[in-house]
């Protein structure tokens, strides 16, 4: 059983900075691909930066390249978050790809299984 915990969030002012960090734990390996999403009020779920480990590969939402930066270390995947804008204020959820996506790092929420519960994110 899959488990994810996001910690990092908090308050930060436009053109701050955040890191946030998601704890995987269970049955998980390289071939999987991990995930940012993020959810403001009264909007969908996006994606935000999506990596594959395994295969070295990342991809990040037009909103937010150049600004955000995700990494994975063994068991724990991070988003560094620079440069924030107002329209970043969201609650942050990481994921975990159902199996293997032959390295693609795609942003879909459909092609994640395994959530966390969030970290709120807000930039004033």
């Known amino acids: 059983h899959v488990q994810l915990v996001e910690s990092g969030g908090g308050s930060v002012q436009a053109g701050g900075s955040l890191n946030l960090s998601c704890s995987v734990s269970?049955?998980?390996?390289?071939?999987?691909?991990m995930a940012w999403f993020r959810q403001a009020p009264g909007k969908e779920r996006e994606g935000v930066a999506a990596?594959?480990?395994?295969?070295?590969r990342a991809n990040y939402a037009g909103s937010v390249k150049g600004r955000f930066t995700i990494s994975q270390d063994k068991n724990t995947m991070y988003l560094e978050m620079n440069s924030l804008k107002v329209e970043d204020t969201a609650m942050y959820y990481c994921?975990?790809?159902?199996?293997?996506?032959?390295?693609?790092?795609?942003?879909?929420?459909?092609?994640?299984?395994?959530w966390g519960q969030g970290t709120q994110v807000t930039v004033s």
């Open positions: 990596t594959n480990f395994g295969r070295g």
């Open positions: 269970g049955q998980t390996d390289r071939s999987r691909t």
């Open positions: 994921a975990v790809s159902r199996g293997s996506l032959f390295g693609l790092c795609p942003l879909r929420v459909v092609d994640y299984a395994h």
